[in-house]
């Protein structure tokens, strides 16, 4: 409990912290009090006396302390697991196997077109000047191509933003130790 003085008549009232932010009525005179927030109402004595708010402070550097050891553990998780995701990616990126490549492809154009008679050719240039040459979608290669260097750019991006846990990790490791020294 924290004591609160009376606007009215400075006469403390007894306050707790669930009602930070609310209104009471004073107990000496009956008028309104109105609560500050919690942050201003841990600003003021206790009614328990100094012993009791010097066992808060105690417990609110403990976790201070105990801070840089919860934000080691989550950077450390993190890393893990982003490092697990850029292995997954890696692995994807390793097993996608491409039947052919753009290189074959061009190649087996000109293969096909010294086997095509004159006339053919003519023919064909003639339907490419009237439709044009839009593909309706991409070469099936093409595809599996521009996905295995998804997964190979997502396994970069993954491996470092692991690195940046690590660290990070090592730095608040070391603030710890220092501190907690």
């Not at 306050?15 to 009471?24: C, E, H, L, M, N």
Request: charged share 20%.
């Amino acid at each position: 409990m924290y004591l609160l003085p009376c606007p009215h008549c400075e006469v403390p009232a007894a306050v707790s912290p669930a009602r930070a932010g609310d209104r009471i009525a004073c107990p000496h005179c009956g008028q309104e009090i109105a609560v500050p927030k919690l942050g201003e109402l841990r600003q003021l004595p206790t009614a328990e006396g100094d012993e009791t708010a010097e066992k808060s402070n105690a417990r609110a550097a403990e976790g201070r302390a105990n801070r840089p050891t919860v934000l080691f553990t989550a950077l450390g998780l993190l890393a893990a697991g982003l490092f697990l995701a850029a292995a997954f990616c890696a692995v994807n990126w390793a097993t996608i196997r491409i039947p052919m490549t753009t290189e074959a492809h061009i190649e087996e154009f000109h293969q096909a077109y010294q086997e095509v008679s004159s006339a053919q050719m003519i023919r064909e240039w003639e339907e490419i000047n009237r439709n044009g040459v839009d593909l309706p979608a991409m070469y099936q290669y093409r595809v599996m191509e521009l996905d295995k260097w998804a997964w190979l750019r997502n396994a970069g991006l993954f491996s470092g933003a692991g690195l940046l846990a690590v660290i990070g990790a090592v730095f608040v490791g070391r603030s710890g130790r220092a501190s907690g020294a």
